[in-house]
């Protein structure tokens, strides 16, 4: 199981990989058969990314297990490949739905993505309490992800589709912190804090149309 890229990440832990092994196999890992161990090992050595730095969730639904990107393991891969800025831009569209279109360069190319509150929200709590910041995450996300040309899995969909957190460690619900990755990434998050009032009534609005079409359709 043990390749350079194994051991990188158990360097930055400033273990051994049999130390990092056993931590993953308590923790992440525990209760994985060693088929599904080797992919998620497999997984992560490709990618580069350790679970214990909050870059991959391992997750699993009906025996399958899939090795999940969260945001913060997207910035993480997006700063490999240089990036230099990352934005959002909000729409209130014809038919009272809002989009979000992340914004993301690197070098000389510029790529966007354009996600809907409509599909993307989720009747959990913190899509509920931060439907803006959620839906901003979201749309960064699949931009970098083109970015980067990565086929990797979005931990985020994953949920979605019902797969669950494998192993024993504890996952926060909430937004990784995407500060002090690089300056690109905290400016992102200045505004985001920025856009908060103008956002909020984008967003009543949005869920304002709803109530409104549900009534008549009650009606």
């Not at 214990?52 to 391992?58: I, W």
């Not at 509920?128 to 899995?153: D, N, T, W």
């Not at 400016?187 to 549900?214: R, T």
Request: aromatic share 6%; proline share 3%.
């Amino acid at each position: 199981m043990s390749n350079h890229a194994l051991q990188d990440l158990a360097s930055r832990r400033k273990m051994s990989v049999d130390v990092y092994l056993d931590d993953l196999r308590a923790s992440y890992m525990a209760g994985l058969s060693e088929i599904q161990e080797r992919k998620v090992i497999g997984d992560m050595a490709s990618l580069d990314l350790c679970p214990f730095e909050g870059q991959v969730l391992v997750l699993q639904r009906s025996g399958k297990v899939e090795t999940g990107v969260t945001l913060k393991g997207w910035m993480a891969l997006a700063q490999r490949r240089g990036i230099s800025s990352v934005d959002t831009e909000y729409q209130v569209m014809e038919d009272g739905d809002v989009c979000c279109t992340g914004i993301v360069t690197v070098g000389d190319g510029t790529f966007r993505r354009t996600e809907f509150l409509s599909e993307c929200r989720r009747p959990t709590p913190i899509w509920k309490q931060m439907p803006k910041r959620m839906l901003g995450h979201r749309a960064v996300i699949q931009a970098i992800r083109m970015a980067c040309g990565g086929a990797a899995p979005v931990a985020e969909e994953l949920a979605d589709d019902g797969f669950r957190q494998a192993g024993t460690a504890t996952v926060i619900e909430s937004p990784t912190p995407v500060r002090d990755i690089v300056d690109a990434l905290a400016k992102y998050e200045e505004k985001q804090k920025e856009l908060g009032d103008a956002a909020e009534v984008v967003l009543d609005h949005f869920d304002g149309e709803q109530k409104e079409k549900q009534q008549q359709t009650e009606g």
